[in-house]
């Protein structure tokens, strides 16, 4: 299962809503999940299951979606917010695969 | 303190393998599973495979199929993942990372190691 995430690259203000989407090339279900990674760190799980934020983010992270077609959404932007994004799915049976990831960086 | 500790970069010849160590701690061992995510750096996530800490069961990617093999060891709670026949691009980051359940194959990952860079070459 191809992932394309969109847009490669986000230019955005501190305080902005932001908008991330990913898109399966075939049907997911709901077994999806968000990561964000900063230079040199480790990947670090977001959200799972589309919309399940994990134990520890803040709340202005939400996802949502089904299917083919997924968002991630940070409702007003915070300076350590800045870093990459990766869509992951982990459908069932079949191979896990990642989006190409996202970038969001400062405007 | 629940973490991954991973084993210090290497550097091998083309041709040759390398056996990455993830030493978990913290957590009850068998309840999970452990999967092997690699990163070209400036690049994005592969998905290398999985194994069940309960029944060593494995998953492997189909393009790794021939030259990896994952295997734990209960007695130090310690998870390995042996990559052979090693090439150029197969200079990476290469991470573990907790997966939610021991017989699920594929699913989200909760918590990584900090990271193993494997460089390969002449």
């Known amino acids: 299962i191809v992932m394309t995430q969109s847009p490669p690259t986000l230019s955005v203000s501190p305080g902005e809503r932001v908008t991330l989407s990913c898109r399966a090339s075939?049907?997911?279900?709901?077994?999806l999940a968000w990561y964000q990674q900063k230079p040199g760190q480790a990947p670090r799980l977001l959200i799972y299951?589309?919309?399940t934020r994990a134990p520890g983010i803040p709340a202005r992270f939400s996802g949502s979606g089904s299917g083919t077609d997924f968002t991630l959404t940070i409702s007003s932007l915070q300076s350590e917010d800045f870093a990459v994004y990766y869509c992951?799915?982990?459908?069932?049976?079949?191979?896990?695969?990642f989006g190409g990831g996202t970038k969001v960086d400062i405007k | 303190q629940v973490q991954l500790v991973q084993s210090a970069g290497e550097v091998r010849r083309p041709g040759a393998s390398v056996k990455v160590a993830c030493k978990t701690s913290?957590?009850?061992?068998?309840?999970?599973?452990m999967a092997w995510v690699r990163q070209v750096p400036g690049q994005g996530l592969e998905w290398l495979g999985w194994?069940?800490?309960?029944?060593?069961?494995?998953n492997y990617a189909q393009k790794f199929q021939d030259r990896i093999t994952m295997t734990t060891d209960t007695s130090t709670t310690t998870v390995f993942m042996e990559l052979r026949r090693l090439r150029y691009d197969d200079t990476a980051v290469y991470y573990c990372?907790?997966?939610?359940?021991?017989?699920?194959?594929?699913?989200?990952?909760?918590?990584w190691g900090q990271g193993t860079l494997v460089t390969v070459s002449s």
């Open positions: 992951q799915q982990y459908n069932y049976r079949r191979p896990v695969t």
């Open positions: 990372a907790r997966t939610d359940s021991y017989i699920r194959e594929s699913s989200w990952s909760d918590l």
């Open positions: 075939q049907s997911v279900s709901s077994d």
């Open positions: 299951d589309v919309s």
């Open positions: 913290g957590y009850v061992f068998n309840s999970f599973g």
């Open positions: 194994i069940s800490a309960y029944k060593e069961n494995t």
